[in-house]
């Protein structure tokens, strides 16, 4: 290998590096979960995505923030919120809004929250411990 493409993987590993540091540092803004494998950058406005981010689908790819330049790097992050997986699907699903829900997913949602309230209910009746 050359020693121009280890300089390349030295420099792509160092942005992946800096990129990791910093949702650990920072955490979810959400819950306050810290733990790398759980943590997404939420970008706040998708349409002023870097180019280079973003797939034909729109989704963002994790590899390819890699491509940026250090000073692209640190204002896409600025462009972002770091949350956790789980918040992060909230928050998508807050600024999608309850109106983009088809009917079929409130139909599940509702045979869903039916199914919890089966659940609890049976535990209290068998003297499981609920709540907090």
């Not at 406005?45 to 692209?72: A, C, F, I, N």
């Not at 079929?104 to 709540?131: C, F, K, N, Q, W």
């Amino acid at each position: 290998m050359s020693a121009q493409s280890e300089a390349v993987k030295r420099t792509f590993h160092t942005k992946l590096t800096l990129i990791r540091r910093y949702k650990v540092a920072v955490g979810c803004m959400r819950c306050g979960e810290r733990r790398l494998p759980a943590l997404d950058l939420h970008h706040r406005y998708p349409d002023e995505k870097h180019k280079h981010l973003t797939r034909p689908s729109g989704v963002t790819g994790g590899d390819r923030w890699k491509r940026l330049s250090y000073l692209q790097l640190v204002d896409e992050l600025g462009k972002c919120d770091v949350v956790c997986a789980n918040c992060h699907r909230v928050q998508r699903y807050e600024d999608e809004g309850w109106a983009k829900i088809t009917p079929i997913a409130r139909e599940r949602d509702s045979r869903s929250r039916m199914r919890l309230e089966a659940i609890v209910l049976e535990a209290e009746r068998t003297g499981l411990p609920v709540g907090s």
